[in-house]
């Protein structure tokens, strides 16, 4: 069983930052990549970053440039920095994980949510 942990959410004033980190738990699994998502209210969620084991990265066209996400693959941990917070970044962030189950043969894959933490950005 996977279980990803997310923290570091928060209430900032824009214009600052704010750091998230999601660990994913479990054994005998490999986990090619992790995303970042996140849903304002009213809104559908949408992809904000990902990252690969290899470190390939991708991110929305509204947080290129401010937010940079970073892995720990020994550790299966992701973090997402945010810096220059608008009053549009608010939202309910979600860690995404898709992960391979080397515990069954032949291996699973499967996809696997957090949480999510709250972001606040007072303007």
């Known amino acids: 069983q996977v279980q990803l942990v997310e923290s570091g959410g928060g209430l900032v004033q824009a214009g600052g930052s704010l750091r998230l980190s999601c660990a994913a738990s479990g054994s005998r699994i490999i986990i090619p990549r992790m995303d970042w998502y996140r849903q304002a209210p009213g809104k559908q969620r949408e992809l904000v970053a990902h990252?690969?084991?290899?470190?390939?990265?991708n991110y929305a066209d509204s947080v290129k440039g401010r937010f940079t996400i970073s892995r720990d693959s020994d550790k299966n941990t992701i973090n997402l920095q945010m810096n220059s917070l608008k009053s549009e970044d608010t939202a309910v962030y979600y860690c995404?994980?898709?992960?391979?189950?080397?515990?069954?043969?032949?291996?699973?894959?499967?996809?696997?949510w957090g949480q999510g933490t709250q972001v606040t950005v007072s303007s």
């Open positions: 995404y994980a898709d992960v391979l189950d080397l515990s069954f043969a032949p291996p699973r894959r499967d996809d696997y």
């Open positions: 990252i690969t084991t290899g470190g390939n990265t």
